[in-house]
């Protein structure tokens, strides 16, 4: 398998919350009017009203990453604070709007709340997401079947929107749109392609930029994209999903091949780290039965520590996962 590259970028969804009421507040064109991109990040509106995106650049180093996330929130911040506004990093709002949170003014946005009716009027899911590059989409595809079966447990790291009884309300939420989880596995881009495509004639998503699935190919960018993660409370834990996330993916371009995984228990695995998070049982997906999560996530740690310690990150992601746990 080629070389993966080095880069590494990260999404980062937000949550306006007016600061009287503790209420998400649709917002978003007010405070994204008041930021610039820069050339190390780029800012966005979100479906929701009620979020704003910043998008890093790509970075070679993780330190480089972080002083960029760290800007990225702070500008934001300023920006929301100007109109007596918080910027909320978690996966679901404690306090939800009570207003319409999805415009009809944009196009695509009208046609995605067309297609899903009320299972997107109130959705404001926010999460982290983890863009790593890769030399080409066939590299690409074999690096999705790699991380499959550690989706699941980079979701129970992240899990920060408790709500009735779920640590990931956030993926929960998720779930109700078709398609979402982990992908199958796919021989070649075409395949992948054409599973996309697919999708699209069935009329389940609204175009091929649109897929529900914690890692896909960038529909935009030459990489993997990783999509399982809660919004990151602090920079250190986005910093921590992207150590972890190109690391999983440099393993993989190292062409080791893991055992095979069933569909239907990544989905119990996925379930199952949304409901638990760390402070509970994980479905370990080869041995098909309850695990620790922490145990899991230690198997991680292990099985990525040779890319993490050519880069020179292991002790990095090591402090970081105690903080976690």
């Known amino acids: ?28 064109d007010a405070v994204l009017a008041r930021v610039a991109d820069t050339d190390l990040t780029k800012f ?21 990453l972080g002083d960029a996330l760290r800007l990225a929130r702070k500008t934001l911040s300023e920006a929301a604070a100007e109109l007596g506004l918080g910027l909320l990093s978690r996966g679901t709002p404690p306090k939800p709007s009570k207003q319409p949170i999805v415009s009809r003014s ?5 046609r995605v709340l067309d297609t899903y009716a009320g299972v997107v009027e109130h959705y404001e899911a926010s999460g982290c ?11 690409g595809v074999r690096v999705l079947n790699h991380v499959r079966p550690w989706l699941p447990t980079l979701l129970a790291l992240s899990a920060n929107s408790p709500d009735r009884g779920y640590a990931s309300w956030r993926m929960v939420q998720q779930s109700r749109f078709p398609g979402s989880g982990v992908a199958p596995e796919f021989a070649t881009a075409a395949e992948y392609d ?13 175009d091929t930029a649109q897929t529900f699935w914690l890692a896909r190919l960038s529909p935009k960018l030459p990489t993997v994209e990783f999509r399982c993660a809660d919004a990151a409370e602090t920079v250190e834990d986005a910093v921590l999903q992207a150590a972890l996330s190109r690391a999983l993916v440099h393993t993989a371009c190292q062409g080791d091949k893991l055992p095979p995984v069933r569909d239907d228990v990544c989905a119990a695995a996925v379930w199952t780290a949304s409901r638990y998070g760390l402070d ?11 695990v620790p ?4 996530l230690e198997r991680l740690v292990e099985h990525v520590t040779p890319a993490l310690a050519g880069r020179g990150e292991l002790d990095l992601v090591h402090e970081l996962v105690q903080r976690r746990v």
């Open 194 to 206: 054409a599973a996309v495509a697919r999708l699209v004639a069935c009329g389940t998503i609204v």
């Open 293 to 296: 999560a922490t145990a899991l």
């Open 106 to 110: 944009n196009p695509r946005f009208r």
């Open 44 to 64: 966005h509106a979100e479906l929701a009203g009620t979020q704003v995106e910043a998008a890093t650049g790509p970075c070679t180093s993780v330190a480089a």
């Open 280 to 290: 509970g049982p994980a479905v370990d997906p080869w041995h098909e039965r309850r």
């Open 1 to 28: 398998m080629p070389q993966c590259a080095d880069t590494v970028g990260v999404e980062e969804e937000f949550l306006l919350v007016d600061t009287a009421s503790g209420r998400t507040t649709v917002r978003a």
């Open 129 to 139: 997401h983890v863009h790593v590059g890769v030399p080409d989409r066939e590299t």
